[in-house]
Structure formats: C-alpha cells, structure tokens
Nanobody, 122 residues
C-alpha cells in the first residue's frame, strides 16, 4: 500500500510560479518501482493528464497545454515527486493530484493522492 500526499498548492498571480511536491509513504525501493504522474481537475471538467515520469526519472511526458512551462522530476531517495510550474495562467487553476502506477499507462492507476488546490488569478 502506498500513500501519496501532495503539498505546495496555493494562490498565485498569472505569470507566477509554484512548486508542487508529492511525498510517498512507501520505502525507497518500492517508490522507485512506480511511474509517477500529475493530473488536474478543474471545476466542472474531467480529470486530465498533466505530466508523468518513469521510475528512474529518465523519461518524461507532458500535456501540450503545459509543455515548456511545467517540469516534472523525482527524487527516489526522498520518495518524492515534484512539479515545477512556471508562467502560470488562469486556465491552470485546478485541483492537482499525484498518482503512482506500476505500469505507467494510467488506465487503472494504482494510487492517488488527495489533491492540492492551485488557483491562478488574473
């Protein structure tokens, strides 16, 4: 069983930056077995993929809407994943969720965090 806890959300002006963290309760060995991802859900919308990273951190993927502005990373020794968000836009406002999946396909995600709210004001 893996528990994921997000932090770092908040209110920021457009053009600003935030760094989200996702801490896992698993051992370092278990954490490094999982692909990790960030998803977000805005009010009235479906949850959408933001970015993911493979077990080693050597491979990353991004949604087109955040490419060039967001950077995903992980520190397996700290059992933590990060999302650096720069040049934030009002349309980035959403609850952000971290996820862990052994396969990394996200069709049946193994674990979800509880979410952290990001609000970008104009």
């Amino acid at each position: 069983q893996v528990q994921l806890v997000e932090s770092g959300g908040g209110l920021v002006q457009a053009g600003g930056s935030l760094r989200l963290s996702c801490a896992a309760s698993a051992s370092e060995r278990a954490f490094s077995n999982y692909a990790m991802g960030w998803f977000r859900q805005a009010p009235g919308k479906e949850r959408e993929f933001v970015a993911d990273i493979n077990w080693s951190g050597g491979s990353t993927r991004y949604a087109d809407s955040v490419k060039g502005r967001f950077t995903i990373s992980r520190d397996n020794a700290k059992k933590t994943m990060y999302l650096q968000m720069n040049s934030l836009k009002p349309e980035d406002t959403a609850a952000y969720y971290c996820a862990a999946d052994f396969v990394g396909s996200w069709s049946k995600t193994d674990y979800w965090g509880q979410g952290t709210q990001v609000t970008v004001s104009t």
